[in-house]
Each structure stands twice: as structure tokens, then as C-alpha cells.
């Protein structure tokens, strides 16, 4: 009888104190390149640690986000190493940011989207939801291409019924023209500074959110 008492007490305790046994762990893996990676401005203060600190501030309490994006990965590089950081983090959840690295090479529309769809098998049939981050191909690459390019990610994403986010680098770089604000990137034109680091998850948010609560 005492022991009853003890536990019920001790439940009241963890009630009182907004301890919860329910609420577990929602892992939400940022899969990537230098844009999420946290280039020239470190780790601290990437993409993914400040995406973590905001969903924090908004009572997300529960999800860890996991930052494996590396600077300078092509859609290649990303299949490669995918699946042993799948089986190692063992993420709810991925938010896909790829294939501006390979339009910056010249790759062929066709093989960024057969990696891109690989990635996104890979993580379905484990059971693990996609949030498809798009870019844009940059003007130079011509318009056949850019058309080619910008609409792989929506294709994609309409295929596999992912929460689909059209442009990662929105408020950052003028879409027509491509033309970057110089208050948000890094002097290379091209990266994103602390300031457009803040921009990219305030505006990405409201996506992330539904995507953390349909995947639950």
C-alpha cells in the first residue's frame, strides 16, 4: 500500500514539475550542403543550431535537430554517405537540401533527380517523413536548364507527397535575376551570414512545423 502511495505521489511530482514520460524524442536530421552546414560561420551558429533554438523558444522542447550537411556535397556525395547516417542518427525526420552543388557543376537535370529519388526511397522505406528543401539553378546555366532544374524539386516532391519548401534560400537572393542582398550573405555573394541564416529558419518555420506534426 505504502509503495502505491509512493508512485502516485511521485507521478503528482513529475506532473507538477512538467516532467513527461509521453513526450519522446522527435530526431529531425538537416541533410544538406555549405547553405545549412553552417559555412564561415560555424557550427554554433548554422542553419540547423539556430532552427534547433527557435523550435526550442516555441515550445518544441522535444526535438533534437541533427546537423549532417556537409559543405560542398553534391546529390552523389549525399546518396553515398545517406544511408550509414540513417542507420547511426535514426531520424523521424529529414529535411532534404541538395543539388545546387551539382547545377554549379553543370550535372545533368536527370542525374540529380534519380539521387534526389534514391534519398527519398531510402528514407521511406524506413519509415522516416521528407521535407524537400528547393533550389534554383543559376542563371548562367541557361534557361532549358534552369526550367529543367527549378521544377525537378516540385516534380518530386507532388511524386512522393512530401511537405515540399520551394526555395531555401528565399528573402536571401532576388529570384528573377538571382541577384543576392549583400545584408544576408557572406561576402562571396553567395553563402548565407548570421543575419540570412535567421531569415532562412524564420521563413522555412512554418513548414517545418507542419511537418513535425504530420510525421509524428
Do not use: W
Not at 541533427?66 to 542507420?87: C, H, Q
Not at 534526389?116 to 522516416?128: D, F, K, S, T, V
Amino acid at each position: 500500500m505504502k509503495k502505491l502511495i509512493y508512485a502516485i505521489l511521485f507521478l503528482f511530482v513529475l506532473s507538477y514539475t512538467g516532467v513527461s514520460f509521453a513526450e519522446t524524442p522527435y530526431r529531425l536530421l538537416v541533410y544538406g550542403d555549405s547553405l545549412s552546414a553552417g559555412y564561415r560561420v560555424g557550427k554554433k551558429n548554422s542553419f540547423a543550431s539556430i532552427l534547433q533554438k527557435e523550435l526550442r523558444a516555441k515550445g518544441y522542447k522535444n526535438v533534437i535537430v541533427i546537423n549532417k550537411s556537409k559543405s560542398g556535397e553534391t546529390t552523389t556525395g549525399g546518396l553515398i554517405r545517406l544511408k550509414a547516417v540513417l542507420e547511426t542518427e535514426k531520424p523521424n525526420g529529414v529535411l532534404l537540401e541538395l543539388g545546387i552543388n551539382d547545377a554549379l557543376r553543370g550535372n545533368s537535370v536527370a542525374s540529380i533527380e534519380k539521387n534526389l529519388e534514391r534519398m527519398i526511397l531510402l528514407c521511406q522505406e524506413r519509415g522516416i517523413y521528407v521535407l524537400l528543401a528547393g533550389m534554383k539553378a543559376p542563371p548562367y546555366t541557361g534557361i532549358l536548364y534552369q526550367k529543367e532544374f527549378n521544377q525537378m524539386y516540385e516534380k518530386l516532391a507532388s511524386k512522393y507527397r512530401l511537405i515540399f519548401y520551394p526555395f531555401f534560400m528565399k528573402g536571401l537572393i532576388e529570384l528573377e535575376n538571382q541577384i543576392p542582398d549583400s545584408k544576408y550573405v557572406l561576402s562571396d555573394n553567395v553563402h548565407p551570414n548570421n543575419q540570412g541564416i535567421s531569415l532562412m529558419v524564420q521563413n522555412i518555420m512554418p513548414y517545418v512545423e507542419k511537418f513535425i506534426k504530420e510525421s509524428k
